[in-house]
């Protein structure tokens, strides 16, 4: 079956990094896109990045442009989520995502920016 399983998460302070992972089986990594979503409680669960197939065209929210980069290794069968220069309003659950039969979705890793 599928599983994908995040992780990397942290609390880092204001304009740190951190580097998510999300490990894909069950599944043919290398032949479907993959998206990141972050999930605050009490708000709806929101689209950060996607990735093609082959990695070659990437497509970011508006809010973390020029901050946080997508890419995947197919052989590993891992998609990554680089986050640079986080600011409070990253904080939250960052799950990765994928479409086979019906959507897919990791358990999640919790981000926290803070100082």
């Known amino acids: 079956q599928v599983q994908l399983v995040e992780s990397g998460g942290g609390l880092v302070q204001p304009g740190g990094s951190l580097r998510l992972s999300c490990v894909a089986s069950g599944f043919t990594f290398r032949g479907y896109w993959m998206k990141w979503y972050r999930q605050v409680p009490g708000k709806e669960r929101e689209w950060v990045a996607s990735i093609t197939s082959g990695g070659y065209t990437v497509n970011y929210a508006d809010s973390v442009k020029g901050r946080f980069t997508i890419s995947r290794d197919n052989d590993q069968n891992t998609l990554y989520l680089q986050m640079n220069s986080l600011k409070p309003d990253d904080t939250g659950a960052y799950l990765c995502?994928?479409?086979?039969?019906?959507?897919?979705w990791g358990q999640g890793t919790q981000v926290t920016v803070s100082s």
């Open positions: 995502n994928t479409y086979v039969d019906r959507d897919y």
